[in-house]
C-alpha cells in the first residue's frame, strides 16, 4: 500500500461511526475504495514496449596499401595483420507496429571518426531505410593507430600504389551502411541484460615530476619522478542481447582505454580488439556481434608504466603476447559480468534517445603558446614530408589569429545520451581523459553508466591538472577544448541523463 495511507482497520471503531453517520461513512467507504483503486493503477507499471534488436558486423579491411593513422610520420602499410570491422548494433522499442524510438551505434576500428564520415554512413543509410532516423545513428572508434588514415591532407602521400584517404572513407562508409541495414533487416524481438566485471587494462600514462611537468609515457625510474598523475577506471561495464530462441547475438564492451597496445609498425591490424573477438566468439558462438566502445581514456594506455618486468615475466610464463595478455583480462571481466547478467534479462525496458548539439568554448591560445608554435612552425613550412608536424603548429597560429580578430567559432558536438533500462550511454568525439568519465559515472542515477568517447575527431579533453603539467596530450596543440569546457560537457551529460530518468518511466 503507498506510504501514508492508512484505513480503519478497527472493526468496533468502524461500525461505531456508521452508526452515527451512515450515509456519510458509505460515502467515505466509496472514496476510499476508490482512491485505493487509483494508486493500485497508478504504481502498476503499464505495459512495457516490447525491445527489438539487430546486430551485423562488416569487414572495413582496405585491399590495398593506405596510410596508417595515429603518427607524426607517414607509415605505409604493408600487410594484414588482423581485419578491421565495424559492427553495427540497432536497439528499437515499439508499441504494436509502431517505434516509439531507436538507436543505431556502430563501433569502428579506426583511429577517430572524422569529419564528414559520420554524415556520409548517415546518408547511405537513408536512402536504403528511410524508416532508419538518421540522428540516431552514431559512430565511435577503437582508436586502433593501425587503421587507415580517413583525412585528406595529413601526409604527403605517393602518387600511385596507395589508396587515398578519399577513396578509403567512400570503401568504408559503403561497408558500414550495408552493415546497419543487415543490422536493421535482422532486428527482432529480443531481450538485453547488463552487468559489470572487473579487468585491469587502462593504466594512466603521464608522469608526473618534481618541477610539476608532466609527460606522456614520461620515464618513472628517474630520481625525479613523484608519481602517476591521474586516476585509472578498472571498472568493465558490459551489455548484452539475446533474441528470442535465448541465443546471445550481440554484446557491448566499454573499457575506458583506447587500443593502443601495439601502436606501430607497418600491418593493419584492430590491436587487442582482435583476441578480444576471436575468445569470445571460440565461447559463444561465431556469429556473435561484438561492440568495442572505448571508455574515456585519453590519459591511459594498456601497458605498464612501472613494473614492467614483472608483467613481461607473468605474460611470459603463460605464453602470451602483450595484445593476448590484455585481451586476457578484458575476457575474464566479461565473463565475471555475463555470469551474473544472464540471470536478469530483460525484455520490456525503457528506451529513450536523446540528441543534442553542445556548444563549448574552445581553449584560448596564449601569446606564449603562438610564439612558440610560429617558431616551430616555420622549420617544417616549406618540407612538403613534414606537413603533420607543420599542420600541428600552423593550426595553433590560426586559432590565435580568428581568437584575436574575434571570428572564432564555437566548439560543436554533437551528444547523445540513452537510457536502456537500469543503463544510461553517453557519448562525446574526445580522447576524454578518465577524470571527466568518472565524474559522470558517479553523478549518473543509472545503475550503470557507459561513456563513450571518439564518437567524433575533437582531439585531446585534458584536466587542469593535466593542462598545468603539460606534455602530450595536455598542450594547446592537442586540445581544441580545455578543462572549463570538460567540466561544462560533465555538467550538461549528467543533466541530459538526469532527464531521462526523470521522464521516462
Same mark, same amino acid.
Given at each position: 500500500?503507498?506510504?501514508?495511507?492508512?484505513?480503519?482497520?478497527?472493526?468496533?471503531?468502524?461500525?461505531?461511526?456508521?452508526?452515527?453517520?451512515?450515509? $456519510?461513512?458509505?460515502?467515505?467507504?466509496?472514496?476510499?475504495?476508490? #482512491?485505493?483503486?487509483?494508486?493500485?493503477?497508478?504504481?502498476?507499471?503499464?505495459?512495457?514496449?516490447?525491445?527489438? &534488436?539487430?546486430?551485423?558486423?562488416?569487414?572495413?579491411?582496405? =585491399?590495398?596499401?593506405?596510410?596508417?593513422?595515429?603518427?607524426?610520420?607517414? $607509415?605505409?602499410?604493408?600487410?594484414?595483420?588482423?581485419?578491421?570491422?565495424?559492427?553495427?548494433?540497432?536497439?528499437?522499442?515499439?508499441?504494436?507496429?509502431?517505434?516509439?524510438?531507436?538507436?543505431?551505434?556502430?563501433? @569502428?576500428?579506426?583511429?577517430? &571518426?572524422?569529419?564528414?564520415?559520420?554524415?556520409?554512413?548517415?546518408?547511405?543509410?537513408?536512402?536504403?531505410?528511410?524508416?532508419?532516423?538518421?540522428?540516431?545513428?552514431?559512430? @565511435?572508434?577503437?582508436?586502433?593507430?593501425?587503421?587507415?588514415?580517413?583525412?585528406?591532407?595529413?601526409?604527403?602521400?605517393?602518387?600511385?600504389?596507395?589508396?587515398?584517404?578519399?577513396?578509403?572513407?567512400?570503401?568504408?562508409?559503403?561497408?558500414?551502411?550495408?552493415?546497419? =541495414?543487415?543490422?536493421? *533487416?535482422?532486428?527482432?524481438?529480443?531481450?538485453?541484460?547488463?552487468?559489470? /566485471?572487473?579487468?585491469?587494462?587502462?593504466?594512466? +600514462? $603521464?608522469?608526473?615530476?618534481?618541477?610539476?611537468?608532466?609527460?606522456?609515457?614520461?620515464?618513472?625510474?628517474?630520481?625525479?619522478?613523484?608519481?602517476?598523475? #591521474?586516476?585509472?577506471?578498472?571498472?568493465?561495464?558490459?551489455?548484452? !542481447?539475446?533474441?528470442?530462441?535465448?541465443?546471445?547475438?550481440?554484446?557491448?564492451?566499454?573499457?575506458? @582505454?583506447?587500443?593502443?597496445?601495439?601502436?606501430?609498425?607497418?600491418? &593493419?591490424?584492430?590491436?587487442?580488439?582482435?583476441?578480444? $573477438?576471436?575468445?569470445?566468439?571460440?565461447?559463444?558462438?561465431?556469429?556473435? @556481434?561484438?561492440?568495442?566502445?572505448?571508455?574515456?581514456?585519453?590519459?591511459?594506455?594498456?601497458?605498464?608504466?612501472?613494473?614492467?618486468?614483472?608483467?613481461?615475466?607473468?605474460?611470459?610464463? *603463460?605464453?602470451?603476447?602483450?595484445?593476448?595478455?590484455?585481451?586476457? +583480462?578484458?575476457?575474464?571481466?566479461?565473463?565475471? #559480468?555475463?555470469?551474473?547478467?544472464?540471470?536478469?534479462?530483460?525484455?520490456?525496458?525503457?528506451?529513450?534517445?536523446?540528441?543534442?548539439?553542445?556548444?563549448?568554448?574552445?581553449?584560448?591560445?596564449?601569446?606564449? %603558446?603562438?610564439?612558440?608554435?610560429?617558431?616551430?612552425?616555420?622549420?617544417?613550412?616549406?618540407?612538403?614530408?613534414?606537413?603533420?608536424?607543420? +599542420?600541428?603548429?600552423?593550426?595553433?597560429?590560426?586559432?590565435? %589569429?580568428?581568437?584575436?580578430?574575434?571570428?572564432?567559432?564555437? !566548439?560543436?558536438?554533437?551528444?547523445?545520451?540513452?537510457?536502456?533500462?537500469?543503463?544510461?550511454?553517453?557519448?562525446?568525439? !574526445?580522447?576524454?581523459?578518465?577524470?571527466?568519465?568518472?565524474?559522470?559515472?558517479?553523478?549518473?542515477?543509472?545503475?550503470?553508466?557507459?561513456?563513450?568517447?571518439?564518437?567524433?575527431?575533437?582531439?585531446?579533453?585534458?584536466?587542469?591538472? #593535466?593542462?598545468?603539467?603539460?606534455?602530450? /596530450?595536455?598542450?594547446?596543440?592537442?586540445?581544441?577544448?580545455?578543462?572549463?569546457? /570538460?567540466?561544462?560537457?560533465?555538467?550538461?551529460?549528467?543533466?541530459?541523463?538526469?532527464?531521462?530518468?526523470?521522464?521516462?518511466?
Amino acid at each position: 500500500m503507498h506510504r501514508g495511507w492508512k484505513l480503519p482497520s478497527d472493526p468496533k471503531i468502524m461500525k461505531y461511526q456508521a452508526t452515527l453517520h451512515p450515509q $456519510r461513512t458509505h460515502r467515505a467507504g466509496t472514496r476510499r475504495a476508490t #482512491a485505493l483503486l487509483f494508486l493500485v493503477l497508478a504504481n502498476f507499471p503499464a505495459p512495457a514496449a516490447e525491445l527489438w &534488436i539487430g546486430a551485423a558486423t562488416t569487414n572495413i579491411t582496405p =585491399d590495398r596499401p593506405v596510410a596508417l593513422d595515429g603518427h607524426r610520420n607517414l $607509415r605505409i602499410s604493408n600487410t594484414v595483420e588482423s581485419p578491421l570491422t565495424a559492427t553495427a548494433l540497432v536497439v528499437e522499442s515499439r508499441t504494436g507496429d509502431t517505434t516509439t524510438d531507436q538507436a543505431t551505434i556502430v563501433s @569502428c576500428d579506426i583511429v577517430a &571518426i572524422r569529419p564528414g564520415v559520420l554524415e556520409k554512413v548517415r546518408a547511405k543509410v537513408q536512402s536504403r531505410r528511410p524508416d532508419i532516423d538518421g540522428r540516431k545513428v552514431f559512430l @565511435c572508434a577503437t582508436h586502433t593507430h593501425n587503421a587507415p588514415v580517413t583525412l585528406e591532407g595529413r601526409y604527403a602521400l605517393p602518387a600511385t600504389g596507395v589508396m587515398k584517404p578519399a577513396e578509403y572513407v567512400e570503401f568504408m562508409t559503403d561497408r558500414i551502411a550495408l552493415g546497419i =541495414d543487415e543490422a536493421w *533487416r535482422k532486428r527482432q524481438p529480443g531481450r538485453v541484460g547488463w552487468g559489470q /566485471g572487473q579487468a585491469v587494462v587502462a593504466q594512466n +600514462r $603521464r608522469a608526473l615530476y618534481a618541477d610539476g611537468s608532466a609527460k606522456m609515457y614520461g620515464a618513472t625510474q628517474s630520481a625525479d619522478f613523484r608519481r602517476i598523475e #591521474a586516476v585509472e577506471d578498472h571498472n568493465l561495464e558490459v551489455l548484452f !542481447f539475446w533474441d528470442a530462441q535465448d541465443r546471445l547475438v550481440a554484446t557491448a564492451l566499454n573499457p575506458p @582505454c583506447p587500443a593502443q597496445e601495439a601502436e606501430g609498425g607497418l600491418a &593493419i591490424h584492430a590491436d587487442f580488439w582482435h583476441p578480444v $573477438r576471436e575468445s569470445l566468439r571460440a565461447r559463444h558462438g561465431a556469429e556473435l @556481434c561484438i561492440l568495442a566502445w572505448t571508455g574515456a581514456g585519453g590519459d591511459q594506455t594498456s601497458r605498464p608504466m612501472f613494473g614492467k618486468a614483472a608483467d613481461t615475466r607473468m605474460r611470459k610464463l *603463460r605464453g602470451l603476447t602483450r595484445l593476448q595478455e590484455v585481451a586476457r +583480462r578484458i575476457v575474464n571481466g566479461w565473463e565475471e #559480468a555475463y555470469s551474473a547478467a544472464q540471470l536478469d534479462q530483460r525484455a520490456g525496458v525503457v528506451l529513450r534517445h536523446s540528441v543534442e548539439n553542445l556548444t563549448l568554448p574552445h581553449r584560448q591560445v596564449t601569446a606564449a %603558446e603562438v610564439a612558440e608554435a610560429r617558431q616551430e612552425a616555420a622549420k617544417y613550412a616549406r618540407n612538403p614530408a613534414q606537413q603533420w608536424n607543420y +599542420r600541428w603548429y600552423q593550426g595553433v597560429v590560426e586559432r590565435f %589569429e580568428a581568437q584575436q580578430a574575434g571570428t572564432e567559432v564555437p !566548439f560543436e558536438m554533437e551528444l547523445h545520451v540513452l537510457r536502456l533500462g537500469d543503463v544510461a550511454i553517453a557519448t562525446n568525439p !574526445f580522447e576524454l581523459f578518465t577524470d571527466y568519465g568518472i565524474q559522470m559515472k558517479a553523478r549518473s542515477p543509472a545503475v550503470q553508466t557507459f561513456v563513450v568517447q571518439l564518437t567524433g575527431s575533437g582531439g585531446y579533453l585534458p584536466t587542469e591538472l #593535466a593542462v598545468r603539467g603539460g606534455g602530450y /596530450g595536455a598542450v594547446i596543440q592537442s586540445s581544441r577544448v580545455g578543462p572549463d569546457g /570538460g567540466q561544462m560537457l560533465v555538467d550538461r551529460t549528467v543533466e541530459a541523463i538526469r532527464a531521462l530518468w526523470s521522464t521516462a518511466q
